[in-house]
């Protein structure tokens, strides 16, 4: 099998890619190495000793993308799984010029060099839950340390309608759109994965984006954190080799999955809200973690939880590391990797 990975050097990049490797998988690596992190897990990468080739590029480089698909020493792609990607809300409001030309316009760029490309590779978008915007008719009971949710008990489902709230929401899911457009209109086999909150090893995470990872990180320190809103907003958290193994799951039935849309994460089994993953780290470090609290940030959503069950009837998917065992190996992995997520080194 030969896949093609844009953000293959980031967080779930990397993992999807040493997973690829490791089962004798042909693997390019399309990545623009802008985020920190990214040179540690290309070396970890190499490591695996599997056909890697990395193709230093930029989604909004139409003729680089073009090159990278469609080129004549181009691969003939099995798959693609786009997951390059600018991840912070707070970044496309400071810049949302840039978070446009990335998430939007790459994403174009990329569907139009498939296109050109007359193959047709299984296409998987890394979509995210903040298509659904801040979800106002969500019923909520504040408790102790949560949120609860009083209706969807079983999580949001796919037909939950889109609210796109932040230039991130927007550019998201313009390309979401967009994704599943490709196959109505062209017949590309598209799949798009609403994704929920993603962790696991090989986050550098920053207090923007990747929360698990960073909260880790400062207890770890035993550094001040800054919890934005009251810390009770609950998510439901997928270890990353799950996520992984959905995509490979997608990826092998495309012809059943093809112009679909998914919900991804944890589930209602995996939810946790910050303050429970503070008091979870406290208790395995056996003192407090030091925090202070400012206002909500923009799109913040107080509950978010995926309805799982169309993945699991379609594709035979459903996450199997729980949030114990997953914020166990998280903690070990951060504590190797401390000063490069806390940006000194």
């Known amino acids: 099998?030969?896949?093609?990975?844009?953000g293959g050097a980031g967080f779930i990049g990397a993992n999807l890619a040493r997973t690829l490797l490791e089962r004798g998988d042909e693997v390019v690596v399309f990545d623009s190495f802008g985020r920190r992190?990214?040179?540690?897990?290309l070396r970890w990468l190499r490591e695996a000793h599997g056909k890697l080739r990395v193709v230093r590029g930029d989604l909004r480089d139409e003729k680089a993308v073009l090159r990278a698909v469609a080129g004549r020493e181009a691969p003939a792609f099995d798959a693609?799984?786009?997951?390059?990607?600018?991840?912070?809300?707070t970044t496309s409001v400071e810049n949302p010029r840039l978070d446009f030309d990335v998430n939007a316009l790459g994403t174009f760029n990329l569907l139009e060099a498939v296109r050109l490309s007359g193959r047709?590779?299984?296409?998987?978008?890394?979509?995210?839950?903040?298509v659904f915007g801040e979800m106002p008719d969500l019923r909520v009971r504040?408790?102790?340390?949560?949120?609860a949710l009083l209706n969807y008990r079983k999580g949001i489902p796919e037909t939950y309608p889109l609210d796109l709230h932040s230039p991130y929401g927007c550019s998201k899911g313009a390309a979401d759109q967009y994704v599943r457009d490709y196959q109505r209109t062209y017949g590309l086999p598209t799949a798009v994965f609403r994704q929920s909150c993603i962790y696991g090893n090989r986050q550098f995470g920053s207090e923007d984006q990747g929360w698990l990872a960073w909260?880790?990180?400062c207890a770890l320190a035993d550094r001040p954190l800054t919890i934005y809103g009251d810390g009770k907003q609950v998510r439901d958290v997928l270890y990353v080799?799950?996520?992984v193994a959905a995509y490979l799951a997608c990826a092998e039935r495309i012809g059943d999955c093809a112009g679909r849309i998914y919900n991804i994460g944890g589930g209602p089994a995996f939810t946790l809200s910050l303050l429970e993953l503070i008091a979870l780290l406290e208790r395995r470090l056996g003192r407090p973690?030091?925090?202070?609290?400012?206002?909500?940030?923009?799109?913040d959503q107080r509950f978010f939880c995926c309805d799982i069950r169309k993945a699991e009837s379609e594709f035979g998917w459903r996450p199997r590391v729980g949030v114990e065992e997953g914020v166990g190996r998280l903690v070990e992995w951060v504590g190797e990797n401390l000063e490069t997520i806390l940006g000194k080194a």
Do not use: C
């Open 1 to 6: 099998m030969r896949a093609l990975i844009t």
């Open 37 to 41: 992190g990214t040179d540690r897990n």
């Open 289 to 299: 973690v030091k925090r202070r609290f400012a206002g909500w940030r923009i799109g």
């Open 142 to 147: 504040e408790g102790r340390t949560r949120y």
């Open 80 to 89: 693609v799984y786009h997951l390059a990607a600018q991840v912070a809300v």
């Open 215 to 217: 909260i880790t990180a």
């Open 241 to 243: 080799d799950d996520l």
């Open 120 to 130: 047709r590779p299984a296409f998987i978008y890394a979509s995210t839950n903040k």
